[in-house]
Structure formats: structure tokens, C-alpha cells
């Protein structure tokens, strides 16, 4: 993204959801004021925080999710950025009822390119003038991905030794949760015509 290696960015789209999530030893994910909220703080927030570092800060256009007063179980959004080359848009899908495709992918002028969640060392690439070829960059080899609790405490630890400054630092949490708390405040209802449905009652 930095070297603009895709070409100029025109729209992602993130989705990420799971059957049955909702597994904990007690009732605290069911009262609002104990969780801050469903699924977009739940699970959402590891797609914001790198949302965030990827594309920076984004102009919320639209959010909708199906909290009736509770945390919510499905959402989804719309966001806009201004990018290099012009703006682009991005749009999220969230959800604890749904199992769905668990991936991101990009849009550029020249690719389509695809990171699944399940693979945070490999890239899946297609270029608009062949798009028959699909290209998979990968970093190190098969089964080699860092343990991230590791690398956070080995972070912490050497912060603690050496004096510098973490890699992720507060104000990088400060702004997903400004974000996460954005998204509610423009809270509209998800379409859900299967609850709104009430049947006429018949006559006589």
C-alpha cells in the first residue's frame, strides 16, 4: 500500500462472521453495559485497528445493526477515505449468527487482491488484464506465523528494558474505540423484514 504496488485504491470490502459465537461461562455478553456493545467490539475491532493503520481515519457513511436495546449479533457499514489517488470506499459485515467468507479484499485500478483471516502471512492476487491467473505471495513458509500474544509481551518486555516507545501505543487504541463508539452514535436499524413482518389478522 505504501509503494502504491497495486495500483490507485478504488474500494474494499471486509466480512467476517461466525455461527453460534457466543459460548462464555456467564450472561455477561447479553447486558450492553458490561460488554460496550456486540459483535463490531467483539470481533470488529482486530479489522478496525487495521483499517485504522492501513487507511487511517474514515468518514463513517452508513451503519446499521440489529441491536434492539442489547449487544448487537450482526452489522454492517460503509465508510470513505481519501486516498492518494482519490477517494475510495470500503464496506464491513459482521456477524455471530452467520458463518460467512472470513476475508478482505481490495480493489485497485489494476488488482483484486484477497487476504483471508485464517492466512495473515499470504497474499492472493489477480490482475485485471488476466484475471484466469491467480498469484499467492506468501512471507516465510507454511506454518510460520508469528504468535501474536507472544510478539505483544516480547514487545511490552522490551519497551519495559530498553525504554523505547511500543509499537502500538494508546492513542492507536484510542481511536478504534473512538471509531467502534462513532459507529453506534450514528446507529440505524438493519433491515430485518422478517421481524418487522406482521400478518394481516383474518376478517370474520
Given at each position: 500500500l505504501e509503494r502504491e504496488r497495486f495500483g490507485a485504491l478504488r474500494w474494499f470490502h471486509y466480512e467476517f462472521g461466525s455461527a453460534g459465537g457466543w459460548a462464555p461461562l456467564s450472561a455477561y455478553n447479553l447486558d450492553r453495559t458490561q460488554t460496550g456493545g456486540g459483535v463490531l467490539v467483539t470481533t470488529g475491532t482486530h479489522f478496525?485497528?487495521?483499517?485504522?493503520?492501513?487507511?487511517?481515519?474514515?468518514?463513517?457513511?452508513?451503519?446499521?445493526?440489529?441491536?434492539?436495546?442489547?449487544?448487537?449479533?450482526?452489522?454492517?457499514?460503509?465508510?470513505?477515505?481519501?486516498?492518494?489517488?482519490?477517494?475510495?470506499?470500503?464496506?464491513?459485515?459482521?456477524?455471530?449468527?452467520?458463518?460467512?467468507?472470513?476475508?478482505?479484499?481490495?480493489?485497485?485500478?489494476?488488482?483484486?487482491?484477497?487476504l483471508s483471516d485464517s492466512e495473515t502471512e499470504s497474499l492472493s492476487v489477480r490482475s485485471r488484464a488476466q484475471p484466469d491467473v491467480l498469484m499467492r505471495f506468501s512471507q516465510g513458509s507454511a506454518g510460520t506465523a508469528p504468535d501474536y500474544f507472544v510478539a505483544q509481551m516480547a514487545d511490552f518486555a522490551e519497551c519495559i528494558r530498553t525504554g523505547r516507545p511500543p509499537l502500538v501505543d494508546g492513542r492507536w487504541g484510542a481511536l478504534s474505540v473512538k471509531l467502534a463508539e462513532d459507529f453506534y452514535r450514528l446507529r440505524t436499524p438493519l433491515p430485518e423484514p422478517w421481524m418487522w413482518y406482521r400478518r394481516e389478522a383474518p376478517h370474520g
Open positions: 478496525l485497528d487495521r483499517m485504522l493503520y492501513w487507511f487511517g481515519v474514515p468518514e463513517i457513511l452508513e451503519y446499521q445493526d440489529d441491536s434492539y436495546g442489547g449487544p448487537e449479533a450482526n452489522c454492517r457499514a460503509r465508510v470513505r477515505f481519501d486516498g492518494r489517488a482519490g477517494r475510495f470506499e470500503g464496506t464491513l459485515v459482521l456477524s455471530k449468527t452467520v458463518t460467512l467468507r472470513n476475508r478482505f479484499r481490495l480493489h485497485t485500478d489494476d488488482y483484486e487482491v484477497e
